[in-house]
């Protein structure tokens, strides 16, 4: 069987002269090809929404409604991509081939606004619009766990003090780290680099752990330079991670994670609560210092880690994209992230009644940043 | 002596006793030959069976959690349009009708159907809670479609919430504690009363074929994925086969031997070899920056996908047309007619089974992608059916990727089911191709 690669037959000697015919026909249908898709783009009556996979189900379930509600508008496109890659997007310039909004689940970056201003985006309205709880979270089947950052830290760190001098990490199960854990070999399934929530569990949780056994201060001292300078790396030493296998960067999203506790049910991963609030019949959360995740907890600031989440607006698309401002007014309002509507049922944790009459001023007003 | 019989062994005046020991050495060796040749089929047969096993343990693990999320659980609700909440004013104003709270009749008749309190504002929202989010647009969309039914009481299928849908195949185990199963005692003793009494049941799912994506399980669909896959292969169709064949035919038939054909040849190979989030990005730098197309429109994931297919096509059309014996052009030049004639009247006709099974095989490779739709803007959350190539639309396998990073457990079973249906659309493309080459392949 010769298949569609059979022996081959030229007639390479037997040449005639080249023809140009078929070679100036394919020319035709390439210039042909791209002069019908270089029309002018049509105007954009639609809103375009990119960035972080955290805030990407609120945005969506608000897009959905947004597109119910309002009879005269289309509902909005959230695209998916992480908050870098959303905000890199957004200060790509202003105009109709760019999108409306970035979803970040943290703060824009000074670099990021410079890089703004430099395209001409120089008007970014910031929507802070609730917070997202990080938990340490187990299979469901396993004791109740009650950590502390101190724990996290020194199971987790690349290097970790033991007698006054800094090693390189000697533990092998959470029992050896703290007596009150089980005997289990450390393996936790942390957000990788590129995750908004990894920058969170590096501030909240491996810092604060950090100071705690009081390793920021050894790391401090081996650094050179002023203080200022020592300081700051000993805060870079302090959210190191161990490289050894013990903690696992996770780069796609919770389902992985929670996949990879279903597969190893003596692992510890690190989940959004409202992935957790959705998987509660499989997984098992972890009490920080004593406090258990929850909405109320979280709002009241007494569970550390928590971060917010937000969106950001270019403020010289209102008026001209269809629907931005109706959007953004709508994304606001009590309806949806106030404590009965249907984001904080999805797991966001609604900020206090002031932060939100405040934020639905400013965005009345599209102030900006 | 006897003569020996072994083949192959060796005649000789060697002693008896020698020549028994050169034959042994040789039935050894045909007997070590037998076993290597046995060994080495084996190997091929292992190699299949491993294929196989994982073919079957992919599949397995698909269709056993896909299989679920062809029907959904639906109540049947006798819901009373009543007047005062559709049409106070008794216009019949479409906005009006548009806006009203339907959720509301759904929550009414679901309570009725049930039993429970309709003046108690708990039992009402744990009722409420087993109704699916989108309620009202299902009650709207009959209301609408017939204004006449308003106060009348009429009989609606609804789409029950997720928890209960999961709860009813068995996905969320009823054993666990209220408060992690997040279905209270009250609603799972509702749940069995209703399934009992026939009001709540699975349905054969439609609205996995027919809806665009949703936040809600219940409600999310494929519809618009494959609208916008759809118009991203007609796209390819047109452009990359008759790009491809042409660009295989000059290269064939017509390109002189020399340094800058092989250059091409060299460079259309390697193209079919680049990672394919390369082409996503060249599509993002020339259709949407600097031609100016929409974003996540379908029509430039088509023309990216039409870059990514043309090497496929021009390299399987090459193959298909050098596969034509020269006897055929030599026959057709002989008794007069042109090259182009030659070409267009005998070669590529006969070509043809291989030029489209490489075209089919290249589309079924196009329909597969979601890394170039990456940077165009198609991984997206899209409601809405596109009206034309130029609207924003997504594809099949990227609606597949955004089911299975999403938190709810509907999802699970949707992600496989897509699977199962992208699938069978690739089976069924590429067994086409199959029976295409079969019935048309000619061997000289």
């Given at each position: 069987?010769?298949?569609i690669?059979g022996?081959?037959?030229?007639?390479?000697?037997?040449e005639?002269?080249?023809s140009?015919?078929?070679?100036?026909?394919?020319?035709?249908?390439?210039?042909?090809?791209s002069?019908a898709?270089?029309?002018?783009?049509?105007?954009?009556?639609?809103?375009?929404i990119?960035g972080?996979?955290?805030?990407?189900?609120?945005?969506?379930?608000?897009?959905?409604?947004?597109?119910?509600?309002?009879?005269?508008?289309?509902?909005?496109?959230?695209?998916?991509?992480?908050?870098?890659?959303?905000?890199?997007?957004?200060?790509?310039?202003?105009g109709?081939g760019?999108?409306?909004?970035?979803?970040?689940?943290?703060?824009i970056?000074?670099?990021?606004?410079?890089?703004?201003?430099?395209?001409g985006?120089?008007?970014i309205?910031?929507?802070?619009?609730g917070?997202?709880?990080?938990?340490?979270?187990?299979?469901?089947?396993?004791?109740?766990?009650a950590?502390?950052?101190?724990?996290?830290?020194?199971?987790?760190a690349?290097?970790?003090?033991?007698?006054?001098?800094?090693?390189?990490?000697?533990?092998?199960?959470?029992?050896?780290?703290?007596?009150?854990?089980?005997?289990?070999?450390?393996?936790?399934?942390?957000?990788?680099?590129?995750?908004?929530?990894?920058?969170v569990f590096?501030?909240?949780?491996?810092?604060?752990g950090?100071?705690?056994?009081g390793?920021?201060?050894?790391?401090?001292?081996?650094a050179?330079?002023?203080?200022?300078?020592?300081?700051?790396?000993?805060?870079?030493?302090?959210?190191?991670?161990?490289?050894?296998?013990?903690?696992?960067?996770?780069?796609?999203?919770?389902?992985?994670?929670?996949?990879?506790?279903t597969?190893?049910?003596?692992?510890?991963?690190?989940?959004?609560?409202?992935?957790?609030?959705?998987?509660?019949?499989?997984?098992?959360?972890?009490t920080?210092?004593?406090?258990?995740?929850?909405?109320?907890t979280?709002?009241?600031?007494?569970y550390?880690?928590?971060?917010p989440?937000?969106?950001?607006?270019?403020?010289?698309?209102?008026?001209?994209?269809?629907?931005?401002?109706?959007?953004?007014?709508?994304?606001?309002?009590?309806?949806?992230i106030?404590?009965d509507?249907?984001?904080?049922?999805?797991?966001?944790v609604?900020?206090?009644?002031?932060?939100?009459?405040?934020?639905?001023e400013d965005?009345?007003?599209?102030?900006s940043? | 002596?006897?003569?020996?019989?072994?083949?192959?062994?060796l005649?000789?005046?060697?002693s008896?006793?020698?020549?028994?020991k050169?034959?042994?050495?040789?039935?050894?060796?045909?007997?070590?030959?037998y076993a290597?040749?046995?060994?080495?089929?084996?190997?091929?047969?292992?190699?299949?069976?491993?294929g196989?096993?994982?073919?079957?343990?992919?599949?397995?693990?698909?269709i056993?959690?896909?299989?679920?999320?062809?029907?959904?659980?639906?109540f049947?609700?006798?819901?009373?349009?009543d007047?005062?909440?559709?049409?106070?004013?008794g216009?019949?104003?479409?906005?009006?009708?548009?806006?009203?709270?339907?959720?509301?009749?759904?929550?009414?008749a679901?309570?009725?159907?049930?039993?429970?309190?309709?003046a108690?504002?708990?039992?009402m929202?744990?009722?409420?809670?087993?109704?699916?989010?989108?309620?009202?647009?299902?009650?709207?969309?009959?209301v609408?479609?017939?204004?006449?039914?308003?106060?009348?009481t009429?009989?609606?299928w609804?789409?029950?919430s997720?928890?209960?849908?999961n709860?009813?195949?068995?996905?969320l185990?009823?054993?666990?504690?209220?408060?992690?199963?997040?279905v209270?005692d009250?609603?799972?003793?509702?749940?069995?009363?209703?399934?009992a009494?026939?009001?709540l049941?699975?349905?054969?799912?439609t609205?996995?074929?027919?809806n665009?994506?949703?936040?809600?399980?219940?409600?999310?669909?494929?519809?618009?994925?494959?609208v916008?896959?759809?118009?991203?292969?007609?796209?390819v169709?047109?452009?990359?086969?008759?790009?491809?064949?042409?660009?295989?035919?000059?290269?064939e038939?017509?390109?002189?031997?020399n340094?800058?054909?092989?250059?091409?040849?060299?460079?259309i190979?390697?193209?079919a070899?680049?990672?394919?989030?390369v082409?996503?990005?060249l599509g993002?730098?020339?259709?949407?920056?600097?031609?100016?197309?929409?974003?996540s429109a379908s029509?430039?994931?088509?023309?990216?996908?039409t870059?990514?297919t043309?090497?496929?096509?021009?390299i399987a059309?090459?193959?298909a047309?050098?596969?034509?014996?020269?006897?055929?052009?030599?026959?057709?030049?002989?008794?007069?007619a042109s090259?182009?004639?030659a070409?267009?009247?005998?070669?590529?006709?006969l070509?043809m089974?291989g030029?489209?099974?490489?075209?089919?095989i290249?589309?079924?490779?196009?329909?597969g992608?979601?890394?170039?739709?990456?940077?165009i803007?198609?991984?997206?959350?899209?409601?809405?059916?596109?009206?034309?190539?130029?609207?924003?639309?997504?594809?099949?396998?990227?609606?597949?990727?955004?089911?299975?990073?999403?938190?709810?457990?509907?999802?699970?079973?949707?992600?496989?089911?897509?699977?199962?249906?992208?699938?069978?659309l690739?089976?069924?493309?590429n067994?086409?191709?199959?029976?295409?080459?079969?019935?048309y392949e000619?061997?000289?």
């Amino acid at each position: 069987m010769y298949g569609i690669y059979g022996p081959r037959y030229h007639l390479q000697d037997q040449e005639i002269s080249v023809s140009n015919k078929i070679l100036a026909s394919t020319a035709a249908v390439a210039v042909l090809g791209s002069l019908a898709f270089a029309a002018p783009a049509v105007a954009r009556d639609q809103i375009q929404i990119a960035g972080s996979s955290t805030v990407l189900p609120y945005a969506n379930i608000v897009a959905e409604q947004f597109g119910k509600t309002f009879n005269n508008f289309k509902t909005p496109i959230v695209e998916s991509g992480g908050s870098s890659a959303g905000l890199k997007q957004f200060c790509q310039g202003l105009g109709e081939g760019t999108i409306d909004i970035a979803n970040a689940s943290r703060k824009i970056k000074e670099g990021e606004i410079a890089e703004c201003a430099k395209n001409g985006v120089k008007e970014i309205v910031e929507v802070q619009f609730g917070y997202d709880g990080i938990v340490f979270a187990v299979d469901s089947k396993s004791d109740d766990w009650a950590i502390e950052p101190k724990d996290i830290y020194l199971a987790l760190a690349a290097e970790v003090p033991k007698d006054g001098a800094l090693v390189a990490n000697p533990y092998k199960t959470w029992k050896e780290v703290n007596d009150k854990l089980p005997d289990w070999p450390i393996a936790a399934y942390i957000p990788g680099e590129k995750h908004g929530t990894r920058e969170v569990f590096e501030e909240k949780v491996m810092h604060g752990g950090c100071k705690a056994v009081g390793a920021d201060k050894l790391f401090a001292a081996k650094a050179e330079g002023d203080d200022a300078a020592k300081k700051k790396a000993g805060d870079k030493a302090c959210v190191q991670v161990r490289k050894d296998g013990a903690a696992v960067d996770i780069d796609g999203d919770y389902t992985e994670t929670l996949a990879r506790i279903t597969s190893n049910p003596k692992g510890v991963g690190v989940f959004g609560l409202s992935f957790f609030e959705n998987n509660t019949d499989k997984l098992k959360v972890a009490t920080i210092s004593g406090i258990a995740p929850s909405v109320e907890t979280i709002s009241s600031g007494e569970y550390p880690v928590s971060r917010p989440l937000q969106f950001y607006v270019k403020k010289a698309h209102i008026g001209v994209i269809p629907g931005l401002k109706e959007f953004v007014e709508f994304f606001a309002s009590d309806r949806m992230i106030g404590a009965d509507g249907p984001l904080a049922e999805y797991g966001l944790v609604p900020s206090p009644d002031a932060e939100r009459t405040k934020l639905q001023e400013d965005v009345k007003a599209a102030k900006s940043m | 002596m006897a003569v020996d019989t072994i083949p192959g062994s060796l005649p000789g005046p060697a002693s008896g006793n020698a020549r028994d020991k050169t034959n042994a050495a040789i039935q050894k060796s045909i007997r070590g030959r037998y076993a290597a040749e046995r060994r080495f089929k084996m190997y091929g047969v292992a190699a299949i069976l491993f294929g196989l096993a994982f073919l079957a343990v992919l599949f397995w693990s698909i269709i056993s959690t896909g299989y679920t999320s062809f029907v959904q659980s639906s109540f049947k609700l006798d819901v009373f349009l009543d007047r005062s909440v559709i049409d106070p004013s008794g216009q019949k104003d479409p906005n009006a009708l548009r806006s009203a709270d339907y959720t509301l009749l759904a929550r009414k008749a679901l309570a009725t159907a049930l039993g429970a309190d309709t003046a108690n504002r708990r039992d009402m929202r744990e009722v409420g809670q087993l109704l699916s989010r989108d309620v009202d647009v299902e009650i709207r969309n009959e209301v609408l479609a017939n204004p006449s039914s308003i106060g009348k009481t009429i009989p609606v299928w609804v789409l029950a919430s997720g928890r209960v849908d999961n709860l009813l195949k068995g996905q969320l185990d009823r054993d666990l504690p209220a408060a992690v199963r997040k279905v209270s005692d009250q609603q799972l003793a509702w749940i069995d009363k209703a399934e009992a009494a026939g009001v709540l049941q699975k349905r054969f799912n439609t609205g996995l074929f027919t809806n665009g994506a949703s936040s809600n399980p219940e409600t999310a669909g494929i519809g618009v994925a494959l609208v916008g896959s759809l118009f991203m292969m007609m796209t390819v169709l047109l452009l990359a086969v008759p790009l491809g064949v042409a660009a295989a035919v000059y290269l064939e038939e017509f390109a002189p031997k020399n340094f800058w054909t092989d250059l091409i040849e060299v460079n259309i190979n390697n193209l079919a070899a680049v990672p394919s989030i390369v082409f996503g990005l060249l599509g993002l730098a020339i259709f949407i920056n600097f031609a100016g197309l929409p974003r996540s429109a379908s029509i430039v994931g088509g023309l990216v996908l039409t870059l990514m297919t043309l090497p496929t096509i021009i390299i399987a059309t090459r193959a298909a047309i050098g596969a034509v014996p020269p006897s055929i052009r030599e026959a057709a030049l002989g008794v007069g007619a042109s090259k182009m004639q030659a070409i267009s009247h005998h070669v590529v006709p006969l070509a043809m089974p291989g030029i489209l099974t490489g075209t089919i095989i290249g589309l079924a490779k196009a329909l597969g992608e979601t890394a170039p739709l990456l940077m165009i803007g198609m991984v997206a959350f899209v409601v809405e059916y596109p009206t034309s190539p130029m609207s924003p639309s997504t594809a099949l396998p990227v609606q597949i990727y955004m089911w299975a990073t999403s938190a709810e457990r509907g999802f699970v079973e949707r992600t496989a089911g897509a699977t199962l249906i992208l699938l069978a659309l690739l089976i069924c493309m590429n067994l086409f191709a199959v029976i295409l080459r079969r019935k048309y392949e000619r061997r000289w």
